[in-house]
C-alpha cells in the first residue's frame, strides 16, 4: 500500500486545478505556479508531492511564480496553501469529505475498471463485460465500508455510459440521488489504445503476422486531434450527468494505469514508432480526462502518475504487456493487473478519507 506522502491528488472547487505538465523540476529550484486562472478563479499547485489544490481569494495576493531552492521552505508553503484551502467548497460532497459508511457507491467504466481477467467474475455480473469480485471498485467498497453497484463493463466506450448497449442499459442508469460515491474509469476505447497497443505487439511478437494464421497483423487506427476532442467532451458530458443525477456525491475519475515504458522489455516490445505513438495515447487522454474533470468541477485520481514505474517491465509490475512473462500476475493482456487494482483502491481509501 502506497503511503499518504507517496498519493498524488488532484482536488478541484471553486478554483481548480490544471495538468501537472505545467510543473517542472530542476536539480536548481522548483517551480511553484500560483493562483492564476481566467474568470476570476484561482488555485495554488505543489508539485514536490504532486498535490493540486485549489485556493480561495486570499491566495490572490500572492499571484506570480516563485522558484524556491530550499525543501524546507517548500515544505511551509505547502502547509500554507492547505491552510488557505479549508475554506473551498464545491458542488455536491467537497472533496476531502468521506462517503458515509453504507451509502450507495457506483462504478464506471471500461474494462480497466471492470478488472478484466484478474480474478473470479462478480456473481450475477453480465459475462460479457468481465467484471471481477476482486477490481478497485470492489476492494474500495470493503475497505470504506460501502454499498457498491458495479456497471462497468469491458470494451464500453463513453457512450455506454450515457446510452445503452444492446441488451445492456446505460451505466449512467444505476446513478441516483442517494449516490454517494462515483468513480469513472473510460475514454480508453473511444480512442482505441488497447486495440492499437494490441496490433503494436502483434507486430513485433509475430514478425507482422499474426497468431496461428498467415496473415498480416491489422495496422494501429491512430486517434487523430478531432478524436481526442471529442473524448474529452465526452467525459465531462458524464460527470455533468452524474452530477445531475447524484447532487450530493463525490465524483472522481480514476485515470488509465500507464502501460508502455520508456525502455520496453520482453512483454512490452514493439516498434520504436509504435512505442512512442501509444505512449502519446494514453498522456493525451489523461490530459483530456484532467481538463474535462477541470470543467465539471469533478476529482481526478491520477493512477496514471502512480503506475508510472510500475509498467510491466517493473520488477513490481501493476500492469500486464501485450505477452505472458514467468510470475505474471493475472490479468488480460495491456490491462492492470491484480496488483494494480489493490493498489489502486488503497490509495484512492486514502485519499477519500
Not at 506570480?64 to 502547509?79: A, E, I, N
Not at 498480416?216 to 487523430?224: E, G, M, N, R, Y
Amino acid at each position: 500500500m502506497l503511503r499518504p506522502s507517496a498519493l498524488w491528488r488532484t482536488r478541484f472547487s471553486r478554483g481548480v486545478s490544471r495538468p501537472s505538465n505545467h510543473f517542472t523540476n530542476s536539480a536548481r529550484s522548483t517551480h511553484l505556479d500560483l493562483c492564476r486562472r481566467p474568470s476570476g478563479f484561482s488555485y495554488g499547485a505543489i508539485a514536490e508531492h504532486g498535490f493540486v489544490a485549489p485556493l480561495d481569494k486570499e491566495c490572490r495576493k500572492m499571484k506570480g511564480r516563485l522558484f524556491l531552492k530550499h525543501t524546507g521552505l517548500r515544505k511551509v508553503l505547502f502547509v500554507a496553501c492547505l491552510l488557505l484551502c479549508a475554506s473551498c467548497a464545491a458542488p455536491g460532497m467537497p472533496p476531502g469529505t468521506a462517503p458515509p459508511p453504507g451509502t450507495k457507491y457506483v462504478a464506471l467504466g471500461s474494462s480497466f475498471a471492470a478488472g478484466a481477467g484478474i480474478g473470479p467474475l462478480q456473481p450475477g455480473a453480465p459475462e460479457r463485460c468481465g467484471r471481477t469480485a476482486n477490481n478497485y471498485a470492489s476492494l474500495l467498497a470493503e475497505a470504506l465500508d460501502l454499498r457498491l453497484v458495479d456497471a462497468s463493463c469491458g470494451g464500453a466506450t463513453t457512450s455506454h455510459v450515457l446510452g445503452s448497449w444492446n441488451e445492456l442499459a446505460p451505466q449512467i442508469a444505476e446513478v441516483d440521488a442517494e449516490t454517494r460515491l462515483v468513480t469513472i474509469t473510460i475514454g480508453g476505447n473511444d480512442l482505441n489504445y488497447i486495440g492499437d497497443l494490441f496490433m503494436a505487439s502483434c507486430m513485433a511478437s509475430k514478425r507482422g503476422v499474426e497468431a496461428g494464421a498467415e496473415k498480416p497483423c491489422a495496422s494501429p487506427t491512430w486517434p487523430t486531434d478531432e478524436d481526442y476532442t471529442n473524448v474529452q467532451s465526452a467525459l465531462e458530458a458524464i460527470a455533468l450527468a452524474v452530477r445531475e443525477s447524484a447532487p450530493a456525491a463525490r465524483i472522481v475519475f480514476v485515470q488509465y494505469v500507464s502501460l508502455v515504458p520508456d525502455r520496453p522489455c520482453d512483454s512490452t516490445a514493439m516498434p520504436a514508432g509504435y512505442a512512442v505513438r501509444t505512449r502519446r495515447i494514453g498522456r493525451r487522454l489523461a490530459e483530456a480526462t484532467v481538463r474535462a474533470a477541470e470543467a465539471a468541477q469533478v476529482e481526478v485520481f491520477p493512477a496514471d502518475r502512480l503506475s508510472r514505474e510500475h509498467t510491466a517491465c517493473a520488477p513490481v509490475p501493476w500492469a500486464k504487456g501485450g505477452t505472458a512473462t514467468v510470475g505474471d500476475q493475472p490479468g488480460a493482456p495491456w490491462h492492470p493487473n491484480a496488483l494494480g487494482h489493490r493498489e489502486i483502491a488503497a490509495a484512492l481509501a486514502t485519499m477519500l478519507r
